[in-house]
């Protein structure tokens, strides 16, 4: 059990390290809420779909608590659970297993539970572990429970001797798993399929070093014309995307070169807040294309910088924009502004006042580089960019 309980550790740690890491550095580390981390916590109508995994309605049509019928489902079958029970009963031999299998349900229906709970255990792991703060949707802590449930069921199935019994007990459950599987299979097409041609072609024509970004709300509907993720197949460079965990450092200047000093993170916690196009730090980001619904066009209006490249008012009603003041992605400036902290750097962002093009903002932690002279420097040249 001690190298059982070692190898298991070891394993996690691969990932549990590396996450917990990342997340320090990320959107995740803002003082948000506990309704916050709450959000998607299991609830006593839906143990109702233990039973009956569709009283609620189905992936497509599930009327019952948030989030979604995936976060909240955790059927494992009626032959199952009666298997459980029979284990649970009669299984005195295996009362250690038995036991720690019960142990690690009650413990996943429990923290799954969230604010729902009599005493919110999730909470409790949230205010003391630190993991737990970067983490949300208490619910898909029901992992742990239909894995036990499984388990106990197959503990079950083993007290009765007979092997027809137990083909006729197995053939039920295979046939009711596929009977509540089949409605998360659909098909589809490829979502390439979808993508308007036309914008791929021209992003893609354009072989010089720039950032593509779709400046809009995940929600829109125009992302169908390209997908938030969807540039990285087509070797375009995009600013943003759809992430849950982007490094705070990022976020932070979005949210200053838009003039905002405390961002609301839940109202943009999967992707960058929409950038304020008329903002120089757009030119800094190396952002020449900027993609928007035709409906809701936050470029449209600055004359002499914005060129409209392409507009859609058929089908996917978007506009693509160039930006003809886009710095390159690497360039050389020959001043550098000392600012007492970071704080400072912020606020200066904000303001809108920073020349990008011939300054770089730099803190008395590394004022030794501000000793730079005022000549005209040369263009970097990218040899070769992978």
């Known amino acids: 059990m001690a190298i059982a309980a070692g190898i298991g550790i070891g394993l996690a740690g691969l990932q549990i390290i590396p996450a917990r890491e990342f997340f320090s550095q990320s959107i995740r580390t803002y003082p948000l809420p506990y309704s916050w981390a709450a959000f998607g916590s299991y609830s006593w109508e839906n143990l109702k779909q233990m039973i009956y995994p569709f009283i609620l309605g189905g992936p497509l049509d599930y009327v019952g608590p948030s989030p979604n ?18 284990a649970i009963a009669f299984l005195f031999r295996k009362k250690f297993i038995i036991s720690v299998l019960l142990l690690i349900a009650c413990f996943g229906f429990w923290v799954s539970l969230g604010r729902n709970a009599q005493v919110d255990l999730n909470r409790i792991l949230w205010e003391t572990v630190p993991v737990y703060r970067y983490i949300r949707i208490p619910a898909r802590h029901l992992i742990l429970l239909v894995f036990s449930l499984s388990l106990l069921s197959g503990f079950g199935l083993a007290l009765f001797k007979k092997r027809l019994i137990q083909i006729v007990l197995v053939g039920f459950t295979v046939f009711d798993l596929l009977w509540f599987g089949r409605h998360f299979v659909t098909l589809k097409p490829d979502p390439s399929t ?14 010089e070093l ?36 982007i490094l705070r450092n990022y976020y932070e200047f979005i949210s200053a070169a838009n003039g905002i000093k405390d961002p ?9 807040p929409p950038l304020n196009p008329h903002t120089r730090a757009a030119d800094f980001l190396n952002i020449k294309y900027f993609f928007v619904p035709s409906w ?9 910088r914005y060129r409209l490249v392409l507009e859609d008012a058929k089908r996917d009603y978007f506009r693509l924009y160039e930006n003809q003041s886009v710095l390159p992605r690497f360039y050389l400036v020959s001043r550098a502004t000392v600012l007492p902290d970071r ?25 030794q580089y501000a000793g730079c002279d005022n000549r005209t420097l040369p263009a970097v040249e990218v040899l070769d960019y992978q």
């Not at 400046?215 to 759809?242: E, H, K, Q, W």
């Not at 609301?264 to 960058?272: F, S, T």
């Open 194 to 207: 979808r993508h308007n041609q036309t914008l791929v072609a021209t992003l893609k024509e354009d072989k």
């Open 343 to 367: 704080e400072a750097v912020a606020a200066a962002v904000r303001t809108g006042g920073v020349d990008f093009g011939s300054t770089v903002l730099i803190t008395r932690a590394v004022d």
């Open 296 to 304: 809701r066009d936050s470029v449209g209006g600055e004359s002499g």
């Open 210 to 245: 720039v950032r593509f970004l779709p400046n809009f709300n995940v929600g829109i509907g125009t992302r169908d014309a390209l997908d938030f993720d969807a540039p990285m197949s087509y070797g375009i460079y995009s600013s943003s995307g759809y992430d849950p965990s």
């Open 264 to 272: 609301d993170v839940q109202q943009n916690d999967v992707q960058i």
């Open 69 to 86: 019928y995936g976060e909240l489902s955790a059927y494992v079958g009626i032959v199952p659970m009666l298997l459980t029970l029979f």
